[in-house]
């Protein structure tokens, strides 16, 4: 085998070499506590600060709006718990919506609030992955405090129209001026972060999650972004880290990492996208046209440059992913947090299709690395692997 051809880049991307370089001096050189006020810890605060410019620049916003976690779960559990517990005093049953196709650390929170009282609304999605923001304006209500929607689905690679949901609840807080709730909107931004504009007033959003392990920067770090004069109760208590509100040293050598990986995805930019977005169409027009019974899963056009989702009938998607690991290709069948969970896909399910399509689902997730070659020998031997499964299969 010449090489491994790695396509689950939603589920998490390599370390770029330049962000290697960057994190470096913060193992041995500068490797203080930025709590310290002696030289090595005001080396770090000074690296920490830095950084925290950095990626406030990335979405637009002040650096004392950025707030750096373990990752997008933490910063997601930060938003959803955050908001809610500062609102318990004064609405007695809070209401958050969200969609049945959230991130699992999204929908797993809610269900767990759901169990302290809390109501949650879950909208569904089209038939092509998309949430209505009328069905958003429908469902709001006096006692909203929370509309968390995922910016770019982690499965099928949808973009919402968050920008228009923002107009949608900005209108109901003028029309329901004085009133306790107050809804503020959320987005897991994690998988948007490589590829979509994150400017944050553009978005009109209130809080924003990213991380580090879908750009190209380390594992374990992430922000979230919360508007000034916002107010959050932390989920982690301690030495009051990062304003008061995730407590804990700080991860400097990651947090450089991930300004640096931001950096990148910046100067990157439209090039990238455009670049990738080609190889993916490109993928899905040879598999389709050499294998019958391959459907796209979410919308045509308004999805991330480097995904590809699609179900094969008369196939399980856990067995094409292990055919193609054998031939050097690394894919999966959906969210790499539930991996290990054998149900269909939740995402795909929400689409109103019959279960077979959740059961047969695949996601091909390009990524910085991935060659015109590459797609070209995926094209070459998915054919011979689905013409042998669907020989040995009991499904029709």
């Known amino acids: ?37 002696y030289e090595e810890g005001r ?20 650096p004392d709006e950025i707030i750096f976690t373990s990752g997008g779960t933490e910063s997601n559990t930060l938003a ?5 517990e500062t609102k318990l005093p004064d609405v007695l049953k809070p209401h958050i919506i969200t969609t049945k196709i959230e991130h699992k650390s999204v929908l797993v929170s809610c269900k767990e609030l759901e169990k302290r ?84 007033d553009k978005l009109g959003v209130d809080l924003l999650s990213a991380n580090g392990s879908k750009v190209y920067g380390p594992k374990g770090i992430g922000f979230l972004y919360k508007r000034k004069g916002l107010k959050l109760k932390p989920v982690i208590y301690g030495g009051g880290q990062e304003k008061g509100l995730r407590s804990g040293t700080e991860n400097i050598p990651a947090i450089m990492g991930l300004a640096q990986a931001l950096r990148i995805v910046k100067e990157g930019g439209v090039k990238e996208v455009k670049r990738v977005s080609k190889l993916r169409d490109d993928l899905f027009a040879g598999i389709t046209k050499k294998v019958e019974r391959v459907f796209l899963n979410g919308h045509k056009t308004k999805r991330l440059a480097n995904n590809l989702n699609i179900s094969v ?84």
């Not at 605060?45 to 916003?61: D, I, M, P, Q």
């Not at 290709?329 to 399509?357: F, M, Q, R, W």
């Not at 094209?379 to 020989?391: A, M, Q, T, W």
């Open 117 to 200: 009282g809390v109501e949650v609304t879950y909208l569904s999605p089209d038939k092509d992955g998309l949430i209505d923001p009328n069905d958003l304006k429908k469902a709001l209500k006096p006692e909203t405090v929370l509309v968390s929607v995922i910016y770019a689905n982690n499965e099928i690679g949808v973009v919402q129209p968050i920008p228009e949901m923002a107009r949608v609840i900005k209108n109901f807080r003028k029309k329901s001026s004085g009133v306790k709730g107050w809804p503020h909107l959320h987005i897991d931004a994690c998988q948007a972060s490589g590829y979509l504009d994150m400017n944050v």
């Open 80 to 84: 959803i718990f955050g908001v809610v």
């Open 43 to 62: 080396r770090a605060k000074e690296a920490l600060e830095g950084a925290r410019k950095e990626v406030a620049s990335f979405v637009n916003a002040s």
């Open 1 to 37: 085998m010449k090489k491994r051809i790695y396509l689950d880049n939603a589920a998490t991307t390599p370390l770029d070499p330049r962000v290697k370089r960057a994190m470096e001096p913060y193992w041995e050189k500068i490797f203080g506590n930025p709590s310290g006020i």
């Open 313 to 396: 009938l008369g196939v399980e998607g856990e067995s094409i992913v292990l055919y193609l690991d054998a031939m050097g290709i690394a894919v999966s069948t959906g969210s790499a947090c539930n991996s290990s969970d054998l149900e269909p896909s939740h995402v795909v399910s929400a689409l109103g299709k019959p279960v077979e399509y959740a059961h047969g689902s695949l996601r091909f997730s390009l990524g910085r690395y991935t060659t015109k070659e590459d797609v070209n020998y995926v094209i070459k031997v998915f054919p011979d692997i689905i013409k042998k499964l669907r020989s040995i299969s009991a499904i029709e």
